[in-house]
């Protein structure tokens, strides 16, 4: 079964500030991977989503940016955090069970930008 | 993709059925009906999934009309412990994990 990891956990970071998060994916090979994220407390939304290694593809246009270094990291990024970007950040993995495709959520990120 | 609606909360108690109903009245032929749980601070889980009629697993159980504009969730003796968002999303087959999200139902279950 597949494993995400999502670090760090939580962050706290001042307006204007960088962002990396990463996300990295075990127990799968050339996944597909997802972005979301979640503000307050409700209703997730797609960021981006990769279908392999370099390929990216944003959802929807903001201050952010993803990349695909390699088959099983997913990294969101920011040059200069806003207030607005402040969620919970969750990577996902869909798998197939049988006849179920299921979508498999990351532990999540926190951030707060102040 | 069909816009789901579903009521924003519910309440109920320790022992008690819970169903949680959900419009898609724009479903489309190869669309399928997913259900998933969310707890505070971590990520949506896979509840159930189906196309039609009656789904059934060791959680929940799935009812889904002959017109499929609609779903229930069932959840049965609910107890503390399910109380969560539950989201219904409706997705195209074959149209990999690219999921949208609604406002869910926020269940609360009262001892």
């Known amino acids: 079964s597949q494993t995400i990891h999502q670090w760090p956990a939580t962050l706290v970071q001042p307006v204007g500030s960088p962002l990396s998060l990463e996300c990295t994916v075990e127990?799968?090979?050339?996944?597909?991977l997802y972005w979301y994220r979640q503000a307050a407390g409700r209703g997730l939304q797609l960021l981006f989503y990769?279908?392999?290694?370099?390929?990216i593809s944003s959802e929807v246009p903001q201050n952010l940016s993803a990349s695909r270094p390699q088959d099983r990291q997913f990294i969101l990024s920011s040059k200069k955090l806003l207030l607005s970007d402040s969620g919970f950040y969750l990577c996902?993995?869909?798998?197939?069970?049988?006849?179920?495709?299921?979508?498999?959520f990351g532990p999540g990120t926190r951030l707060t930008v102040l | 993709l069909a816009k789901t609606t579903q009521p924003i909360s519910m309440d109920s108690y320790e022992g008690q059925e819970v169903n949680i109903t959900c419009s898609h009245n724009?479903?489309?032929?190869?669309?399928?009906i997913t259900w998933y749980q969310q707890f505070p601070s971590q990520g949506p889980r896979f509840i159930i999934q189906?196309?039609?009629t009656k789904v059934t697993n060791e959680v929940a159980s799935l009812f889904i009309p002959a017109d499929r504009k609609s779903s229930t969730l069932s959840l049965p003796r609910v107890s503390l412990s399910d109380t969560a968002v539950y989201y219904c999303?409706?997705?195209?087959?074959?149209?990999?994990?690219?999921?949208?999200f609604g406002q869910g139902t926020e269940l609360s279950v009262k001892p």
């Open positions: 189906g196309y039609k």
């Open positions: 990769s279908v392999g290694i370099g390929q």
């Open positions: 127990g799968t090979s050339n996944p597909n």
């Open positions: 724009n479903i489309a032929t190869n669309d399928y």
């Open positions: 996902a993995c869909p798998t197939r069970r049988g006849t179920v495709d299921e979508q498999f």
């Open positions: 999303l409706v997705l195209r087959y074959n149209q990999g994990g690219k999921l949208i």
